[in-house]
């Protein structure tokens, strides 16, 4: 009998030729340093013994161990459940969810907001909702906005990466094609999708420029906060800091990176939050999002708004990043996020496990996440990294370049 299986076996052997394979690694705690266990194949992890500092987390304002984080997970949990039991639209709609979607709102400066279980389920439940007729998307947006665009089986027209005039092209050849088609501009919807802050490449999209291209041709811009929300002006995110909440139809993000949490979120009109809460299919069969962790980021948010972890978080970005360039390492981007470009993914793999066994963590990402020839260590300090812990990463990657031949 013909076999029409699948060999998993072959696949593996691959991955591994090339130097693709990834594995699992357990901490013991998410914060900013922790022991590591070996990848285990199944068995239980044994932690190693000595504890390593970790530059490579979303955790970006260190609230995941924060104890006023973890006291509203607890009560949560306490006096409202451990799990919704069911979608927001059945019984699993809560006055924690309620409470949460009001902060988001009023952070973004949006009439309304909507807790989706992940940051995935949002752009893709928003985009499928939306059914768009032509989606204008940045070259690196996120691949959960990539999938949206496929699942809502929209025409998708890239633009370069962050350049606003390839936007500006791109949007002119489709409205003179409409036009030589005789379509008006009424009979299309478009949408501008982009992500504010990279999460790769630690860019910063130009989004006021992207809203007069839109003004101009009609469309609609869309915004993922993810790596945003919560670092920039009041909690909020990039467009909080350029003040474009009035020009901005969608804001997007998550819980589970600054918010120190599990979920995603979409804000914007009162019109768009009821339409995706009946549209969005991975709203409506999903399970609502558990309370505790809704609880989580509500009182993260709170803390991200009116503490100091933001203000540190940038002294520590500016110090790390003086650091690595003052070595001469070539360090892209212009937020929390420092991708220290290496270029061959052997040489990245290798300056991360040089710097692994000075028990620093930051691991090498390599294609395909990233282009061929830009491997890179993707480098985030927390903000609830000290002074010390700064330098000794900067130590760990000095000693680790010169080993490698990279300095």
């Not at 900013?32 to 194949?41: H, I, K, Q």
Request: hydrophobic share 40%; aromatic share 6%.
């Amino acid at each position: 009998m013909a076999d029409r299986g699948f060999d998993l076996e072959d696949r593996l052997r691959t991955l591994e030729e090339n130097d693709l394979k990834r594995v699992l690694s357990p901490v013991d705690r998410v914060a900013e340093r922790g022991y590591f266990a070996d990848p285990s194949g199944g068995e239980l992890p044994v932690l190693d013994s000595a504890e390593a500092l970790v530059f490579a987390s979303n955790n970006y304002l260190g609230l995941t161990d924060d104890q006023r984080v973890q006291d509203a997970a607890r009560q949560a949990a306490a006096t409202v459940g451990t799990g919704a039991g069911a979608s927001r639209l059945v019984t699993g709609d809560t006055m924690v969810h309620q409470d949460l979607e009001r902060l988001l709102a009023e952070t973004k400066g949006t009439e309304r907001a909507l807790a989706f279980s992940s940051g995935y389920a949002a752009n893709v439940g928003t985009i499928t909702a939306l059914e768009p007729d032509v989606v204008f998307s940045d070259e690196l947006n996120h691949a959960s906005i990539i999938d949206g665009c496929r699942l809502a089986d929209t025409e998708t027209a890239v633009y370069d990466h962050c350049d606003a005039a390839s936007l500006w092209a791109t949007l002119e050849e489709h409205a003179e094609r409409a036009s030589r088609a005789g379509r008006e501009p009424a009979d299309e919807s478009w949408l501008i999708v982009t992500d504010s802050v990279f999460s790769m490449d630690g860019t910063v999209a130009p989004l006021e420029e992207i809203c007069d291209a839109a003004e101009e041709f009609g469309a609609w811009v869309m915004v993922d906060e993810a790596h945003a929300t919560g670092l920039y002006a009041n909690g909020g995110g990039v467009v909080q800091a350029e003040g474009l909440e009035d020009r901005i139809q969608i804001q997007l993000g998550t819980l589970s990176k600054a918010l120190a949490s599990q979920g995603g979120y979409v804000a914007g009109s009162s019109e768009l939050i009821e339409c995706l809460c009946n549209d969005a299919r991975s709203f409506v069969f999903s399970t609502g999002l558990a309370p505790p962790a809704a609880a989580a980021a509500s009182e993260a948010l709170h803390v991200a708004r009116h503490g100091d972890a933001r203000e540190r978080l940038w002294e520590n970005v500016a110090h790390l990043r003086d650091g690595l360039e003052s070595m001469g390492f070539e360090v892209w981007g212009d937020s929390q996020i420092l991708p220290v470009v290496v270029g061959d993914r052997r040489d990245a793999i290798a300056l991360a496990d040089g710097i692994r066994e000075r028990d620093v963590v930051a691991p090498a990402i390599r294609p395909p996440t990233v282009p061929e020839g830009t491997s890179r260590l993707r480098v985030v300090p927390l903000a609830t990294h000290e002074q010390g812990d700064i330098v000794s990463c900067l130590e760990a990657f000095r000693a680790a370049g010169e080993e490698v031949g990279l300095l």
